[in-house]
């Protein structure tokens, strides 16, 4: 963390005394009163996302999936939740982070100074990571953060102790990145693709996610058989690619693959590859994360692959999709709204199973007891992932399945089906037993 973020920040002993400081004001105002006239009636529970910023299109999609998940735990009787002897309404606090490490920890000191114990989801690995060091002197519990770069693993793989309030909500790059390989191989083996040649570019945004998405996607695809060119790095606010895409154009590549957490870097990137008529198989990573993707990009986004969400495939999945339709008039981006969904009822569960907001119990209760099947995933914070095998040989993952949450649903572990888009519609097209259609090359290759 910068040090300036430090001086802004608030340490553990200043909370503190602020605090007893702030009670003792308190107790004179209310002396004569009758006790337990001011009594709390209601937790306020932080829920974190770029509600602002280049991203906010996403943060958007995170509060609609929260106040549904709210709505939803409310009716199944979850809430009022009961910790500490009181019945408590919940309400919730926007904490945006901006895309942006500084502005985020500043958010983070303010929730902290209104009392909040409890922080639920949030967008960027970069923001992660300052996040992590803010809160850990004050004993936050964060639950369901989505920053999953791999360096988060190392930070607490190093300090434990130091970071056992923290709880991914999304695990690291090659636990699915890893996953683009054998597709792409079986479809060359069975004749649907035949690629020009092995040559393949990457292009990141400059973030921590991004950097470790790119690492492990070169891994993924050398295991398929591809010369991978050193992936590129495009600011998080870049909307001109012309010139890399002129760059992959001479050389010729015959996959292109790209990562964005913004929603305008991603649509101009598929619409300006598609216009410069790019001869490439188009690997979109998070092209689905707002529900608006295919409004902004049409057919220039047709047979793009994505292994960047879950996707509807249970009966209780499509009915939530309807639900979240019928409620919103748009269509969910399952990562920024079904998976904060998921985050926010596992929050509330957890409250109500602990009966407690003290931290030692909380944390202990998450990383050894939880098993949580949401609609879009089953979250366990216990059990070691065991994908990292695979990438072992690369010696930068070493032991990243400790402290990555196992999730998964009709897989083992933590899968994305892969999907191919066509006319704003994503078929799954792998793995082959949940598939509802065939790999369709693009008729330009």
Same mark, same amino acid.
């Given at each position: 963390?910068k040090?300036e973020? @430090?001086?802004?920040g608030i340490?553990? @002993?200043d909370?503190?005394?602020?605090?007893g400081?702030a009670?003792?004001?308190?107790s004179v105002l209310?002396?004569g009163l009758p006790?337990?006239?001011h009594a709390a009636?209601k937790l306020?529970?932080?829920?974190?996302?770029?509600?602002?910023g280049?991203a906010s299109?996403?943060? %958007?999609?995170?509060?609609?999936?929260i106040?549904?998940?709210l709505?939803?735990?409310r009716a199944a009787? %979850?809430?009022p939740v009961k910790? #500490?002897? +009181?019945t408590?309404?919940?309400?919730?606090m926007w904490v945006? &982070?901006?895309s942006?490490?500084?502005?985020?920890?500043?958010?983070v000191t303010?929730?902290?100074?209104a009392?909040?114990k409890?922080?639920v989801?949030? !967008?960027? $690995?970069g923001v992660?990571?300052?996040?992590? #060091?803010?809160?850990?002197p004050?004993k936050i519990?964060?639950?369901?953060?989505?920053?999953?770069?791999?360096?988060?693993?190392?930070?607490?793989n190093?300090?434990?102790e130091?970071y056992q309030?923290?709880?991914?909500?999304w695990? &690291?790059?090659?636990?699915?990145?890893?996953?683009?390989?054998?597709?792409?191989?079986?479809?060359?083996? +069975?004749?649907? !693709?035949?690629p020009?040649?092995?040559?393949a570019?990457?292009i990141?945004e400059?973030?921590?996610?991004?950097?470790? !998405?790119g690492?492990?996607?070169m891994?993924s695809?050398?295991?398929?058989g591809?010369?991978v060119?050193?992936? /590129?790095?495009?600011a998080?606010d870049?909307?001109?690619?012309?010139?890399?895409?002129?760059?992959?154009k001479?050389a010729k590549?015959?996959?292109?693959?790209?990562t964005?957490?913004g929603?305008?870097?991603?649509?101009n990137f598929?619409?300006q590859?598609?216009?410069?008529?790019?001869?490439?198989l188009?690997?979109?990573h998070?092209?689905t994360?707002?529900g608006?993707?295919?409004?902004?990009t049409?057919e220039?986004? /047709?047979?793009?692959l994505?292994m960047d969400s879950?996707y509807?495939? $249970?009966p209780?999945?499509?009915?939530?999709?309807k639900?979240f339709k019928?409620?919103?008039?748009?269509?969910?981006g399952?990562?920024p &709204?079904g998976?904060?969904?998921?985050h926010?009822r596992?929050?509330?569960?957890? *409250?109500?199973?602990?009966?407690s907001?003290?931290?030692?119990k909380?944390?202990?209760h998450i990383?050894?007891?939880?098993?949580?099947k949401g609609?879009?995933?089953?979250?366990?914070f216990?059990t070691y992932n065991?994908? !990292?095998?695979d990438?072992?040989?690369e010696?930068?993952?070493?032991q990243l399945s400790?402290? /990555?949450?196992?999730?998964?649903?009709?897989m083992k572990?933590?899968?994305?089906?892969?999907?191919?888009? *066509?006319g704003?519609?994503p078929?799954?097209i792998?793995?082959?037993d949940?598939a #509802?259609?065939e790999?369709?090359?693009?008729?330009?290759?």
């Open positions: 963390m040090e973020e @430090r001086k802004e340490t553990r @002993r909370f503190v005394k602020s605090v400081m009670a003792v004001a308190g209310t002396m006790k337990n006239a009636t306020t529970i932080a829920f974190m996302g770029p509600f602002t280049p299109r996403t943060g %958007d999609a995170f509060k609609r999936g106040k549904m998940a709505e939803d735990a009787g %979850d809430i910790v #500490d002897g +009181k408590l309404d919940i309400e919730p945006d &982070s901006q942006s490490a500084e502005k985020s920890v500043k958010a303010h929730a902290v100074n009392g909040v409890m922080m989801t949030g !967008w960027h $690995s992660a990571m300052a996040c992590m #060091d803010a809160e850990s004050l519990v964060h639950i369901g953060h989505q920053g999953e770069s791999q360096y988060i693993n190392f930070k607490i190093d300090h434990p130091k309030g923290w709880f991914k909500g695990a &690291s790059p090659p636990v699915f990145a890893g996953l683009y390989g054998p597709p792409l191989m079986h479809f060359m083996e +069975k004749g649907l !693709w035949r020009a040649n092995k040559k570019a990457v990141v400059d973030t921590d996610y991004g950097r470790g !998405w690492e492990a996607l891994v695809l050398r295991t398929a591809f010369d060119m050193p992936y /590129d790095v495009n998080i870049e909307t001109e690619f012309t010139p890399i895409i002129t760059k992959y001479a590549v015959s996959i292109v693959a790209v964005q957490t929603g305008v870097p991603m649509y598929v619409k590859v598609r216009a410069m008529r790019l001869k490439a188009f690997l979109a998070g092209l994360w707002t608006e993707w295919y409004e902004n049409k220039a986004s /047709d047979f793009a994505c879950p509807p495939i $249970s209780e999945q499509k009915k939530w999709m639900r019928d409620k919103y008039g748009v269509d969910a399952i990562a &709204s998976q904060p969904y998921d926010t596992l929050a509330i569960k957890v *409250l109500n199973d602990v009966g907001l003290k931290f030692e909380l944390t202990e990383r050894e007891k939880v098993k949580h609609v879009w995933q089953l979250y366990d216990a065991d994908f !990292w095998n990438f072992s040989q010696g930068t993952l070493h400790r402290n /990555d949450v196992r999730t998964g649903d009709f572990g933590f899968f994305f089906p892969m999907a191919q888009m *066509l704003g519609k078929k799954i792998w793995p082959l949940l #509802d259609a790999f369709k090359a693009p008729p330009w290759l």
